[in-house]
């Protein structure tokens, strides 16, 4: 006899999508709509998987009270209503849809542009409101006007094709976006994000939510707009800091902002920029189309009948997509491979165009896919933050206009077991080499300098001019800040010639400290990274 699953659909999901689950013999499906958390811990240990959108929290104290279940699938792109982690540490897979609202999204900011340039809300409800007032209502037309996008992912390259469509100059600020790519958007890439703000009469935020993009329009860079320049935020609340952009619209800097989503959902009664004339604001809409809403939830449901009834896992992102035996075999590979993407994505060119994998010894036996999806994974952590997975970062890559090739040397070399990573951008490029010791990952090349480092923690990778006494000094810096030194390693091509050091540390060293290491004539170049 077949085994039965309970799926619960907790959040709204298109009837197509339903239908298809109820179709499968072996499932018991209910959908219950706005449970409240206290109601959904009841009974949560009844169900083999649940499907959410965005209302329902499904967070550490509902999976612990989950006990059967096996499966959450999130009928969307984010996964900020899940506890990824306390999923993943009880084996429960957690699936998405990526890429089923990108049109969505695109359309609603096209549309908060327009309706910001031509005050359309504010004149609709003066006409309901009885009035017949068109002077108050002038606005500014589009074309001929600059676009400024931060963020070139999907999302940004199709409002990209819709303002070029109606005349705009569009240009773009994403340290991660490749030339190439951009020539192929037929937008201006600028490499810094000032350049953008000083040109743009419009500026539409396409990024997602990281340390490096929080806040990323804020008092400082507001300032260095143009004035009079219109903002729209279709992406994460909290890029925009919301109490700057509120000074920023009453003093005039920026002449208008249209919103769909804030720092606090639901935005409070008192919200400051609820009734300023110059501010459109929706509640959260970018993926409420009917299309998307039917894409993303027929999407999510094939997804969760595959895996439950045959095994197979897709648009996973907490576990890679292969079957258990072999996600054994090279889960090693695949720590090893993240830590040196995450390497290389903070000691490596920003603007990445090409990447070279290279796997070397046993591991080029197996079938690598899910091990490559690891290195894109670290390799990409600063262009999609928490968002980036082993499933979405290969179309990352892909909408970043990186050429990824692989090859594999099945003759030992040096090493029994090597995996090594090669980054280009333009005439720069970045390498470094991983294997193990033992079951331990260990760093044994920084581009032509052979070394033998931990790849755990903090570290310090310098380059410099091989001279008598440089080490000890930078310990002794090191020294006075109460940063201790774990471990060293160092490398040389000759005597006298330049060298590469990586120390381990047990802590972040300050950033006076760093300054006062790299003020030294001898210095090339001083990063840190923390894998």
Same mark, same amino acid.
């Given at each position: 006899?077949?085994?039965?699953?309970?799926?619960?659909?907790?959040?709204?999901?298109?009837?197509?999508?339903?239908?298809?689950?109820?179709?499968?013999?072996? @499932?018991?499906?209910?959908?219950?709509?706005?449970?409240?958390?206290?109601? +959904?811990?009841?009974?949560?240990?009844?169900?083999?998987?649940?499907?959410?959108?965005?209302?329902?929290?499904?967070?550490?104290? #509902?999976?612990?009270? *989950?006990?059967?279940?096996?499966?959450?699938?999130?009928?969307?792109?984010? #996964? &900020?209503?899940?506890?990824?982690?306390?999923?993943?540490?009880?084996?429960?897979?957690?699936?998405?849809?990526?890429?089923?609202?990108?049109?969505?999204?695109?359309?609603?900011?096209?549309?908060?542009?327009?309706?910001?340039?031509?005050?359309?809300?504010?004149?609709?409800?003066?006409?309901?409101?009885?009035?017949?007032?068109?002077?108050? !209502?002038?606005?500014? %037309?589009?074309?001929?006007?600059?676009?400024?996008?931060?963020?070139?992912? $999907?999302?940004?390259?199709?409002?990209?094709?819709?303002?070029?469509? !109606?005349?705009?100059? /569009?240009?773009?600020?994403?340290?991660?976006?490749?030339?190439?790519?951009?020539?192929?958007?037929?937008?201006?890439?600028?490499?810094?994000?000032?350049?953008?703000?000083?040109?743009?009469?419009?500026?539409?935020?396409?990024? =997602?939510?990281?340390?490096?993009?929080?806040?990323? +329009?804020?008092?400082?860079?507001?300032?260095?707009?143009?004035?009079? #320049?219109?903002?729209?935020?279709?992406? $994460?609340?909290?890029?925009?800091?919301?109490?700057?952009?509120?000074? *920023?619209?009453?003093?005039?800097? /920026?002449?208008?902002?249209?919103? &769909?989503? @804030?720092?606090?959902?639901?935005?409070?009664?008192?919200?400051?920029?609820?009734?300023?004339?110059?501010?459109?604001?929706?509640?959260?809409?970018?993926?409420?189309?009917?299309?998307?809403?039917?894409?993303?939830?027929? %999407?999510? *449901?094939? *997804?969760?009948?595959?895996?439950?009834?045959?095994?197979?896992?897709?648009?996973? #992102?907490?576990?890679?997509? /292969?079957?258990?035996?072999?996600?054994?075999?090279?889960?090693?590979?695949?720590?090893?491979?993240?830590?040196?993407?995450? +390497?290389?994505?903070?000691?490596?060119?920003?603007?990445?165009?090409?990447?070279?994998?290279?796997?070397?010894?046993?591991?080029?036996?197996?079938?690598?896919?899910?091990?490559?999806?690891?290195?894109?994974?670290?390799?990409?952590?600063?262009?999609?933050?928490?968002?980036?997975?082993? /499933?979405?970062?290969?179309?990352?890559?892909?909408?970043?206009?990186?050429?990824?090739?692989?090859?594999?040397?099945?003759?030992?070399?040096?090493?029994?077991?090597?995996?090594?990573?090669?980054?280009?951008?333009?005439?720069?490029?970045?390498?470094?080499?991983?294997?193990?010791?033992?079951?331990?990952?260990?760093?044994?090349?920084?581009?032509?300098?052979?070394?033998?480092?931990?790849?755990?923690?903090?570290? !310090?990778?310098?380059?410099?001019?091989?001279? =008598?006494?440089?080490?000890?000094?930078?310990?002794?810096?090191?020294?006075?800040?109460?940063?201790?030194?774990?471990?060293?390693?160092?490398?040389?091509?000759?005597?006298?010639? &330049?060298?590469?050091?990586?120390?381990?540390?047990?802590?972040?060293?300050?950033?006076?400290?760093?300054?006062?290491?790299?003020?030294?004539?001898?210095?090339?170049?001083?990063?840190?990274?923390?894998?």
């Amino acid at each position: 006899m077949s085994e039965t699953y309970r799926i619960l659909v907790a959040d709204a999901l298109s009837a197509r999508g339903v239908a298809a689950l109820e179709l499968v013999p072996q @499932f018991k499906v209910d959908v219950k709509i706005g449970l409240k958390e206290e109601d +959904l811990l009841k009974i949560v240990a009844d169900y083999d998987s649940i499907l959410v959108r965005s209302a329902t929290k499904i967070n550490k104290k #509902v999976i612990e009270a *989950a006990t059967k279940l096996k499966i959450v699938g999130r009928a969307g792109v984010g #996964v &900020d209503n899940v506890d990824v982690e306390a999923a993943t540490e009880r084996g429960i897979i957690v699936m998405n849809t990526p890429g089923g609202n990108t049109i969505s999204t695109a359309e609603q900011a096209f549309s908060l542009m327009l309706s910001l340039a031509r005050k359309i809300p504010h004149a609709h409800a003066s006409i309901v409101a009885g009035k017949w007032d068109r002077k108050s !209502f002038e606005g500014t %037309e589009i074309c001929n006007k600059v676009l400024g996008i931060i963020g070139m992912g $999907r999302i940004g390259g199709e409002f990209a094709r819709r303002a070029i469509a !109606f005349g705009m100059r /569009v240009i773009c600020f994403d340290p991660y976006l490749s030339l190439s790519r951009a020539r192929s958007l037929q937008v201006e890439l600028v490499d810094q994000l000032a350049a953008l703000l000083e040109q743009a009469d419009f500026i539409t935020l396409h990024t =997602p939510m990281t340390p490096e993009t929080k806040g990323i +329009l804020n008092a400082k860079t507001l300032g260095q707009c143009k004035k009079g #320049v219109r903002i729209i935020n279709c992406a $994460r609340g909290g890029l925009v800091d919301e109490k700057d952009l509120l000074a *920023a619209l009453q003093s005039g800097q /920026v002449a208008g902002a249209a919103l &769909d989503v @804030f720092e606090q959902e639901p935005i409070p009664a008192d919200f400051p920029l609820r009734n300023l004339p110059n501010v459109v604001l929706t509640p959260h809409l970018g993926a409420s189309t009917s299309e998307a809403q039917e894409s993303v939830g027929i %999407e999510i *449901a094939e *997804a969760t009948r595959d895996a439950l009834l045959h095994g197979a896992i897709r648009n996973a #992102v907490n576990a890679p997509s /292969v079957d258990g035996h072999t996600a054994e075999i090279l889960r090693p590979y695949l720590s090893l491979g993240e830590k040196l993407g995450l +390497l290389l994505n903070q000691i490596g060119p920003q603007r990445m165009e090409s990447l070279k994998i290279t796997y070397s010894g046993g591991i080029a036996e197996f079938d690598t896919a899910s091990v490559t999806r690891s290195i894109l994974k670290g390799l990409l952590r600063k262009v999609g933050g928490s968002d980036v997975n082993v /499933v979405n970062a290969p179309i990352l890559a892909k909408s970043r206009g990186i050429k990824i090739t692989e090859s594999k040397v099945s003759e030992l070399g040096e090493y029994t077991e090597l995996i090594q990573l090669e980054v280009g951008s333009g005439s720069e490029s970045t390498k470094v080499a991983g294997t193990f010791y033992g079951k331990k990952p260990r760093l044994v090349l920084i581009n032509d300098h052979n070394l033998e480092s931990s790849l755990e923690g903090t570290l !310090f990778v310098m380059e410099n001019k091989d001279r =008598p006494g440089i080490v000890g000094w930078i310990g002794t810096i090191l020294g006075r800040h109460k940063v201790n030194i774990a471990s060293m390693s160092l490398g040389r091509m000759a005597q006298g010639s &330049d060298a590469l050091s990586v120390l381990n540390l047990d802590s972040v060293p300050p950033a006076e400290a760093l300054q006062e290491i790299s003020s030294d004539k001898d210095i090339r170049s001083v990063k840190l990274a923390t894998v």
